[in-house]
């Protein structure tokens, strides 16, 4: 016996057959969209940060690099990219004629401002989130997804996971020092909170008596590096030589502790970018200590 469907089981069917359709464009554009933010090959990558040119590198993305900022320097190879000007203050225009895939930016040292008006010009951007050292391994692997080079991604991470383990758990944590990290001596300037350098100095046992400073980069008065006496004085690298330039107040501190027993040392300036070079930088600090 046949059945005849209804006028209104018919149009029943058809609204049903619509939603499915439906269905599968909406998800066929969801997967469209994962695979073209997470899982695309870019051609054309510009840096806003030190800190990415290095991390891309570290991924094997030097190819892709289009452009980076005027303060790239490293690895050496960097130095050979288009420039587009400084972290704060980059040039949109230089950055248009690069032609990029995509931008790569910072949470932590690039303008919001700037990413919106990239947006606004139709250029792609990813913000690399990391602002301390124990954040760094996850933020890697995300990044290596989003680029496409997970494997190489995972290895990065699983070096920095295992450094950060090492000295958590290693006898550094038992000879606690009173440390103090120069980044410049006159004025002189400190690394406070917040910063990688503090991060890094407690990684190896090192307590930084600037530790409670109002910036992540104070200036700091002679007066309280004298009354707080520092066990070590790390002294970071500067555009000058550092020697010549902290060779007068180095005399003014001669009655701190670190100073009078010998223990001042100058140090390269990898701790200064959040990137592949933190973990050199860690055990820099490290070797002074044994």
């Known amino acids: 016996m046949k059945t005849e469907l209804s006028d209104s089981n018919k149009k ?5 057959t619509l939603g499915i359709l439906w269905v599968l464009i909406i998800l066929s554009t969801f997967i469209l969209f994962f695979n073209t933010v997470y899982a695309f090959t870019y051609k054309r990558i510009v840096s806003l ?14 190819e892709q690099i289009a452009g980076v900022t005027n303060f790239c320097d490293y690895p050496p190879e960097a130095l050979k990219k288009p420039r587009v000007g400084g972290m704060t203050n980059p040039s949109l225009e230089a950055i248009v004629r690069l032609r990029p895939d995509i931008v790569v930016l910072t949470i932590d040292g690039n303008h919001k401002e700037f990413e919106e008006r990239l947006k606004r010009v139709g250029i792609r951007t990813y913000v690399f989130k990391a602002r301390r050292i124990s954040e760094l391994p996850e ?23 295992a450094t950060l383990n090492y000295y958590k758990n290693s006898t550094y944590q038992s000879k606690k020092k009173n440390a103090l990290f120069i980044i410049w001596p006159e004025p002189l300037i400190v690394a406070g909170p917040g910063t990688a350098i503090d991060e890094a100095m ?13 910036a992540r980069y104070p200036r700091y ?12 004085i790390f ?42 070079r933190i973990i050199d930088g860690i055990q820099e600090l490290a070797g002074y200590l044994k």
């Open 49 to 62: 940060a030190p800190s990415i040119t290095e991390i891309l590198f570290a991924l094997g993305l030097k």
């Open 202 to 214: 407690g990684l190896v046992g090192l307590v930084n008596i600037a530790h409670d400073a109002t």
């Open 139 to 161: 933020e890697i692997k995300r990044m290596g997804k989003a680029f496409g080079v997970m494997d190489k991604a995972t290895q990065l991470s699983e070096q920095f996971k």
């Open 235 to 276: 002294i970071g690298k500067g555009h000058e030589d550092m020697r010549k330039v902290s060779s007068r107040i180095l005399k003014r501190l001669s009655m701190v502790k670190a100073v009078k027993e010998g223990r001042v040392y100058y140090v390269s300036d990898a701790l200064y970018r959040l990137g592949p």
């Open 221 to 232: 008065s002679l007066e309280e590096v004298i009354r707080r006496n520092p066990d070590v």
């Open 12 to 16: 029943s069917l058809v609204f049903r």
